[in-house]
């Protein structure tokens, strides 16, 4: 185990999603690994924390605070929401969340990355932003499916397909119930994937990506640099 020190690097990621989604008792398992018995909307911006061994079991292995930022997702928080998008105030991964029994929410995912990389560009339709912007990225995404356990009960869900805007981003996807512990219990795929992103998470602050991008101050077209 290595040694906590007694100030901790942290890492910022944002959560984003249509209200109601369950990103709130999402955040709440990852951080607390139990799940919230009585979540309540957002309003504004709520941050969890959770201590993360990164590169667990290397001669590299160094604690890491991850700070989950919960961005209140209904539209009438929009304009207000810039705020938490302050570059300059470290982004340094983003956790896209949508409801695996409504469509419309995973649509929707692209709505929020042009919410947060063209800030100055209205987006009303989906088709008026280009998914390749963010085809090369430096920021890692991981793309979370919530609900699985309605989603079960439907005849349409496919367990073995992805989420289309996971195909484009090249992202990994995970999915779960947040009201079931043992969806992120240790030797599942989904800790496996969540673990392996917050260290990519890790590996953008300590390389600087996020801030060196030349995208940060305009997202008009540019590519951002892959983070492997």
């Not at 955040?27 to 709520?46: D, E, F, Q, Y």
């Not at 705020?83 to 419309?104: A, C, S």
């Not at 009303?124 to 912007?133: G, T």
Request: hydrophobic content about 35%; aromatic content about 8%.
């Amino acid at each position: 185990m290595a040694t906590v020190d007694r100030a901790l690097d942290k890492v910022k990621i944002l959560v984003l999603g249509d209200s109601g989604v369950g990103k709130t008792s999402l955040v709440h398992l990852i951080a607390k690994n139990a799940p919230l018995k009585k979540p309540s909307w957002t309003m504004g911006c709520s941050v969890e924390v959770k201590l993360h061994e990164y590169k667990e079991g290397t001669p590299h292995q160094k604690s890491f605070f991850i700070e989950m930022w919960d961005v209140g997702g209904h539209p009438n928080h929009e304009n207000s929401r810039g705020v938490f998008y302050n570059p300059f105030n470290g982004i340094h991964g983003i956790l896209l969340v949508h409801d695996l029994t409504n469509r419309k929410s995973e649509s929707n995912l692209k709505k929020w990355l042009a919410e947060v990389f063209q800030r100055d560009q209205k987006v009303q339709e989906m088709n008026e932003f280009d998914i390749e912007l963010y085809a090369d990225r430096s920021v890692p995404i991981l793309i979370v499916g919530t609900k699985l356990d309605i989603a079960e009960s439907v005849r349409t869900y496919n367990a073995n397909s992805q989420s289309s805007i996971t195909d484009e981003l090249l992202a990994e996807e995970i999915r779960l119930d947040c009201l079931e512990a043992r969806s992120i219990n240790v030797g599942s795929s989904n800790l496996v994937k969540l673990t392996r992103f917050f260290d990519k998470v890790i590996e953008n602050k300590i390389n600087g990506f996020f801030r060196n991008s030349p995208a940060v101050s305009r997202r008009t077209g540019s590519k951002l640099s892959h983070l492997d």
